[in-house]
Nanobody
């Protein structure tokens, strides 16, 4: 059983938008920070965004600031990554994650299976 399940995979032209969702249906990670990483072909996995378990603090990679918005629902089971003004450099497999700290400065304890985002020029 996959602990975190992503959805929202898609292909859009440059300037378009997508919203990714990640569900923790077992409520296993309701007390953990949640967020997203991505991995483009031939590149290392990189941090995108994170939100604390209470939702009061978010942290974004420089590449995501001003374009991406991360939020979580009140039940703390689902997180959403709204991505606007996408460009071809955003093309990657996006992985949902749960962990400590704000993920980039903590430890990831669970990963989703990944969902493909493709942006055409």
């Amino acid at each position: 059983q996959v602990p975190l399940v992503e959805s929202g995979e898609g292909s859009v032209p440059a300037g378009g938008s997508l919203r990714l969702s990640c569900v923790d249906s077992g409520r296993t990670f309701s007390s953990y920070a949640r967020g997203w990483f991505r991995q483009a072909p031939g590149k290392d996995r990189e941090f995108v965004a994170a939100i604390t378990w209470g939702g009061e603090t978010t942290h974004y990679a420089d590449s995501a600031k001003g374009r991406f918005t991360l939020s979580r629902d009140g039940a703390k089971t689902t997180v959403y990554l709204q991505m606007n003004n996408l460009n071809p450099e955003d093309t990657a497999i996006y992985y949902c994650a749960a962990g400590t700290g704000l993920l980039v400065d903590g430890t990831v304890v669970a990963w989703g299976q990944g969902t493909q985002v493709t942006v055409s020029s």
